[in-house]
């Protein structure tokens, strides 16, 4: 699953998380524009409004690399109070460890009645949501291939199996035996391979 983290826009009176708007998502692709849900809580006496504004940013690569995606939204958020906006739609482009960051120029005027806060003018940001971002077919190869290799071994194990029973049965004159048999050992491949595949489906 994505981790998140809360980060402070201005000290700890005023706050902001990110959530991928798709509440299920733990992946994301290279030529996806994904949306995500930006939450700002305002712990402050006065609202925040008039020309306010913050920096969002998507960064792909490790430690903490440089944004190749940057915007600015508007913001107000009255006096004691939590408001959501949403803000994404990007093409996400590079394929790596994704960080969505904000950053603020700044709160102008904090102790006044009217307080703005500033976008920021620079590259830097803290951390609010990371996520792995992959190319499509990339992803088919190091996830999905395996997967049909499994099953396409387990389907040949069955088969010869079986037809070795089968054939033993023939041998010794008793075909319907055989065929008992094959059908109990036909039965626990598929009961095994179905719980492999339910957890890998859970995982």
Same mark, same amino acid.
């Given at each position: 699953?994505?981790?998140?983290? @809360?980060?402070?826009?201005?000290?700890?009176?005023?706050?902001?998380?990110?959530?991928?708007?798709?509440?299920?998502?733990?992946?994301?692709?290279?030529?996806?524009?994904?949306?995500?849900?930006?939450?700002?809580?305002?712990?402050?006496?006065?609202?925040?409004?008039?020309?306010?504004?913050?920096?969002?940013?998507?960064?792909?690569?490790?430690? @903490?690399?440089?944004?190749?995606?940057?915007?600015?939204?508007?913001?107000?958020?009255?006096?004691?109070?939590?408001?959501?906006?949403?803000?994404?739609?990007?093409?996400?482009?590079?394929?790596?460890?994704?960080?969505?960051?904000?950053?603020?120029?700044?709160?102008?005027?904090?102790?006044?009645?009217?307080?703005?806060?500033? @976008?920021?003018?620079?590259?830097?940001?803290?951390?609010?949501?990371?996520?792995?971002?992959?190319?499509?077919?990339?992803?088919?190869?190091?996830?999905?291939?395996? @997967?049909?290799?499994?099953?396409?071994?387990?389907?040949?194990?069955?088969?010869?199996?079986?037809?070795?029973?089968?054939?033993?049965?023939?041998?010794?004159?008793?075909?319907?035996?055989?065929?008992?048999?094959?059908?109990?050992?036909?039965?626990?491949?598929?009961?095994?391979?179905?719980?492999?595949?339910?957890?890998?489906?859970?995982?």
């Amino acid at each position: 699953m994505p981790a998140h983290q @809360k980060v402070n826009l201005f000290r700890d009176q005023l706050t902001a998380e990110v959530r991928p708007a798709e509440s299920d998502r733990d992946i994301y692709f290279t030529d996806e524009r994904p949306e995500f849900i930006l939450s700002i809580t305002n712990n402050m006496n006065v609202g925040i409004g008039g020309e306010s504004s913050l920096t969002w940013m998507i960064a792909v690569g490790d430690e @903490k690399p440089k944004p190749h995606i940057r915007e600015d939204i508007d913001v107000s958020v009255p006096a004691k109070e939590t408001v959501e906006f949403t803000i994404g739609g990007e093409l996400l482009a590079f394929e790596g460890h994704t960080i969505l960051g904000l950053n603020t120029g700044g709160m102008r005027a904090p102790h006044s009645d009217s307080p703005v806060l500033q @976008k920021s003018s620079g590259s830097s940001y803290k951390p609010a949501l990371s996520f792995t971002t992959w190319d499509r077919e990339h992803y088919r190869v190091i996830h999905e291939q395996p @997967k049909r290799t499994q099953e396409f071994a387990l389907v040949s194990s069955i088969s010869i199996v079986t037809l070795a029973i089968v054939q033993v049965g023939v041998t010794a004159n008793e075909p319907i035996v055989s065929v008992g048999i094959g059908a109990i050992i036909l039965y626990i491949f598929w009961r095994t391979g179905r719980t492999q595949r339910t957890s890998r489906n859970k995982s």
